[in-house]
């Protein structure tokens, strides 16, 4: 049975951040655990695999959030050539139900969150959905793929990356795994997204902003730019193009929805500032012109269009 999954386009970012010369393996790989092949022979210097596999065998499973039916377990077999024995945790024949399960529950929040198709709202409202929905759990038993995070809502930060990776490139939009260590907690390996917002490139790690850690869903951890992320991840090669979000949170001025617009709108106001600015996506638009008047009242006020972040900046007058 075909797994439904196969025909969501998921970036190989981690592919690009091995040596050039683990690429065949990566591809052999690739292939095989797509296949349910039993051994993948490996291609390439024995002795450069051999040193590396660990990493190869996550950047494939990193890549690839619909192989969910691979655990983490495997064997490397040194016959005549190198090559890797898979742990298949269930059989082909149930890949295609489960993978049915998971895309209905997928295309059940896609049409109850993703109530336009701007970016911003789309990644906010995945980002909301997993953070309220999932909890962390390292003993829960798919706890490292996206069957643990969109159907048993138990998960650790790989499920929960993967499945927000596999929802966002669903809706069309760029989104990878990224792999690496967590500096707050004495470098212990961890799991986030890398977005492409716009043709700018973003990290969010949803795991740091579940309600089960603050009690409410918490932004601090959505569309950091690369010099915030690396104040707390750290990670191989590098991400370019940083969405410049860096100002407006540092000064609280970034709203992610109406009512955060409101209220810091309000602060403004009630501070006695002259003028200033808040900043928030262009989809609620339609929303901020219709409480305008309201929360402006004596107030004159301009806003300016961003075109390369579609992001309107509201000046207090």
Not at 176 to 203: E, M, P, Y
Not at 205 to 219: A, E
Request: aromatic content about 10%; glycine content about 6%.
């Amino acid at each position: 049975m075909i797994n439904v999954l196969t025909s969501i386009k998921v970036p190989r970012r981690n592919r690009e951040l091995l040596p050039e010369s683990l690429h065949g393996a990566y591809d052999s790989l690739e292939k095989g655990m797509l296949s349910f092949h039993d051994s993948i022979p490996l291609p390439g210097d024995p002795q450069m695999i051999e040193n590396n596999y660990q990493f190869l065998w996550s950047a494939v499973l990193l890549d690839h959030p619909e192989i969910f039916y691979v655990g983490r377990q495997f064997e490397l077999l040194k016959s005549w050539n190198l090559e890797i024995r898979p742990h298949y945790t269930i059989s082909q024949k149930e890949v295609g139900t489960t993978s049915a399960d998971l895309m209905r529950e997928i295309r059940r929040v896609d049409k109850a969150l993703a109530v336009t198709r701007d970016p911003y709202r789309i990644i906010l409202s995945v980002h909301d959905w997993l953070a309220s929905t999932v909890v962390y759990d390292e003993d829960a038993p798919r706890a490292f793929d996206v069957t643990g995070a969109l159907l048993d809502h138990k998960a650790v930060c790989q499920g929960i990356s993967a499945a927000a990776s596999l929802m966002l490139s669903y809706a069309g939009l760029s989104c990878a795994t990224c792999f690496g260590k967590l500096r707050q907690k004495n470098d212990s390996w961890h799991a986030w997204n890398v977005i492409d917002f716009n043709g700018r490139l973003g990290h969010m790690d949803i795991t740091n902003d579940l309600v089960s850690l603050h009690r409410h869903v918490s932004h601090g951890h959505l569309l950091m730019t690369e010099s915030v992320a690396h104040r707390l991840l750290s990670w191989q090669g590098k991400v370019d193009k940083p969405i410049d979000f860096d100002y407006y949170r540092a000064t609280g001025t970034f709203a992610h929805n109406m009512n955060e617009f409101v209220k810091i709108a309000k602060n403004m106001i009630s501070a006695g500032m002259d003028d200033g600015e808040i900043k928030i996506p262009m989809c609620y638009m339609n929303e901020i012109e219709g409480v305008l008047p309201k929360v402006f009242a004596g107030f004159g006020i301009e806003y300016v269009y961003d075109p390369e972040l579609e992001i309107f900046t509201f000046k207090i007058q």
